[in-house]
């Protein structure tokens, strides 16, 4: 298994080429590729029936909404700038005003930003859980503040994913995302180091989740480095797509960044996995399998598609 499997799937590329066939202009930017690439099968499976069983309105409505379109672009653009501009896992200056309520009440309630944070810091032990260091270490969200703070005005986020994945897993995202608790909850934090947390937002590397033991006090996650890409704003659907190298250890394209642990005193490389642990897996939750998921797809889009790294001018020329 390596970080992007879904790349040299064989029926996969059967399914894109299947349904390139009923789009009016097979092409797209990279936004659109990368999501076809990462998308589930099942859906793939069902625009392709759809197709077949009434051609030219379901090829019409395909064509529009695989090719290049803004509310794709703005979807995905948004997961990434959400990360980078307000991410700081420090509650707002109006958040902050809620700290004059008393304790007793303030503690019972879960999404407090403040209260997720002490918890979160409990729980790694103010460590950054991939290099051990324990300065300069910020809390960070697994998902975004900003998509957690109710569904108006990011119906058009949900709706872009709905293109792609199983309405069984958007549900569950946004169940999650818009859980009344909130995002600022203990599930949706980790410690990390400030230079991990930048190359995070950037999709340098992704967090596969593996596993989470029974007791729910084990979380085994799964580290790769991911490929530096341009964003490019017209290609062939059924391009293909360079496979992730599984054995990096260190950012590619000229770029050159590492992350060590300091307990290991070694490199953190490709494959590698970390166990997050916990002593109370009820007051000191471990990060939410489902969220974790999520973060593994969409930042695996950010960097086939570069869309993490485009500029508002580059994606309108």
Not at 75 to 101: K, N, V
Not at 123 to 150: A, Q
Not at 180 to 200: F, I, K, Y
Request: one cysteine or more; proline letters at 7%; hydrophobic letters at 35%.
């Amino acid at each position: 298994m390596g970080p992007a499997d879904e790349l040299l799937d064989p029926r996969r590329r059967d399914l894109i080429a299947r349904l390139s066939r009923y789009m009016e202009n097979p092409e797209t930017d990279s936004i659109g590729w990368a999501c076809l690439w990462f998308a589930d099968l099942s859906t793939m499976e069902d625009l392709i029936k759809a197709c077949e069983q009434n051609p030219p309105t379901v090829s019409r409505h395909i064509s529009a909404a695989l090719k290049k379109n803004d509310q794709r672009s703005q979807a995905i653009r948004a997961w990434a700038s959400a990360r980078s501009s307000e991410d700081s896992g420090e509650p707002s200056a109006d958040e902050e005003s809620d700290t004059e309520e008393p304790p007793t009440k303030k503690r019972r309630l879960t999404s407090d930003p403040c209260r997720a944070k002490e918890l979160c810091e409990e729980r790694d032990d103010e460590k950054c859980v991939l290099t051990g260091c324990t300065v300069p270490v910020e809390v960070v969200h697994i998902i975004p503040r900003s998509l957690g703070k109710g569904e108006e005005g990011l119906g058009d986020f949900w709706e872009a994913l709905i293109c792609y994945w199983s309405p069984e897993n958007v549900s569950a995202w946004k169940e999650q995302v818009l859980d009344p608790d909130g995002v600022d909850t203990c599930s949706n934090l980790m410690c990390l180091v400030n230079v991990a947390r930048r190359l995070w937002e950037l999709a340098v590397f992704a967090l596969k989740p593996l596993s989470l033991s029974e007791d729910k006090r084990q979380l085994e996650v799964q580290f790769y480095w991911l490929p530096m890409n341009r964003y490019r704003q017209t290609m062939p659907v059924t391009a293909i797509p360079s496979p992730f190298p599984h054995n990096l250890s260190s950012t590619n394209a000229g770029y050159t960044t590492v992350l060590c642990n300091i307990v290991t005193r070694s490199r953190i490389s490709s494959g590698d996995i970390f166990t997050f642990k916990t002593d109370d897996p009820v007051g000191h939750p471990l990060p939410s399998m489902q969220l974790l998921n999520m973060q593994w797809i969409l930042t695996r889009v950010l960097a086939l598609s570069g869309a993490a790294w485009v500029t508002e001018e580059e994606e309108d020329q």
